[in-house]
């Protein structure tokens, strides 16, 4: 137990303060007799935090939906590291990740990117490591490319719950500074619908206390398709949806949220885990 006093406060700009939601679903899913994914670590730093999340509302669907996004994005990882052991993984938008942790194999060099106030926090929860970089940067710049090319590869670029926070020409331009950099790698990301983007305010989520912030999602996507219109160096390998998840998880989420799944299939598209292969050019 970690006394009140010792806790860590968090005080950070309201985007980065979003990493919170997926921590404590994390953190939470330990409880689970079955968890989708095992994450003690993710536990022990939220105890680490002077921060209460209310699980009401529409917290229980999100800590099943972002249990399940932490795992599908882990089981690409995986993939990826058993076709290159020695590879380099970059999660930007790390917040608080524990992936590094979860399935580290021993050979894998990882980057954590992240804006500096945030990373800041990082460091004082989560111990360095030889095989782990942090690097205080935003998505947008170019430093933290010419630190990862110092590394070497082959890449593979983990961008988790971040992109929908972004409108459709800063997406694009993330897109194409990717692919112009790390042709022949591959990248993962999830996106959100309409529906979901009109009925959640994450802003609300993380500062229900002091009123709304007006963060709200921007970036939403109906056809897996679009991803490869916005960039046609960007080409799909594998598409996560809720409903294929194995019974005993999807039944997780209550009768309601099955119901409103199947309602956005219908207008809005599914809530997606993606990962693309960034090549130069179609393959045959
Ligand atoms: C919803 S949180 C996701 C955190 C983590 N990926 C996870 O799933 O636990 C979004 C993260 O993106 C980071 N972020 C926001 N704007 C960013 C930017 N321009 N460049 C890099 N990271 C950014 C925030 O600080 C925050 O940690």
Not at 24 to 29: D, G, L, Q, T, V
Not at 110 to 120: A, K, N, T
Not at 264 to 281: A, E, K, M, P, T
Request: net charge negative; aromatic share 8%.
């Amino acid at each position: 137990m970690v006394a009140e006093g010792d806790k860590e406060k968090v005080s950070l700009g309201t985007i980065q303060e979003t990493m919170i939601v997926p921590l404590w679903a994390r953190a939470i899913e330990q409880q689970q007799e079955e968890p989708i994914l095992r994450d003690r670590m993710s536990a022990a730093i939220m105890e680490r935090l002077d921060y209460h999340i209310e699980p009401k509302g529409v917290m229980p669907y999100l800590q099943v939906r972002l249990s399940v996004r932490g795992r599908l994005l882990d089981d690409f990882v995986l993939e990826f590291l058993g076709e290159h052991p020695r590879g380099c993984v970059i999660e930007i938008g790390c917040g608080l990740s524990t992936r590094f942790h979860r399935i580290d194999n021993g050979e894998v060099n990882w980057v954590c990117v992240d804006l500096p106030d945030l990373m800041q926090l990082r460091e004082k929860l989560i111990d360095p490591h030889e095989r782990l970089t942090n690097i205080k940067d935003s998505i947008f710049e170019h430093g933290w490319i010419d630190q990862v090319k110092k590394i070497g590869g082959p890449y593979m670029i983990v961008i988790e719950g971040l992109l929908p926070y972004f409108d459709k020409n800063q997406v694009t331009r993330i897109f194409k500074t990717v692919s112009d950099e790390f042709d022949g790698s591959r990248i993962a990301f999830d996106t959100q619908t309409e529906l979901y983007r009109k009925l959640v305010k994450p802003g609300k989520l993380i500062t229900a206390e002091d009123g709304e912030s007006g963060l709200s999602f921007k970036w939403t996507v109906k056809q897996i398709e679009e991803i490869e219109q916005m960039e046609g160096r960007l080409h799909l390998r594998d598409t996560r949806t809720l409903p294929e998840l194995p019974k005993k998880q999807y039944h997780r989420l209550t009768f309601k949220t099955r119901l409103l799944e199947t309602a956005s299939c219908l207008f809005w598209g599914r809530y997606r885990v993606n990962v693309f292969d960034i090549l130069g050019f179609k393959s045959p």
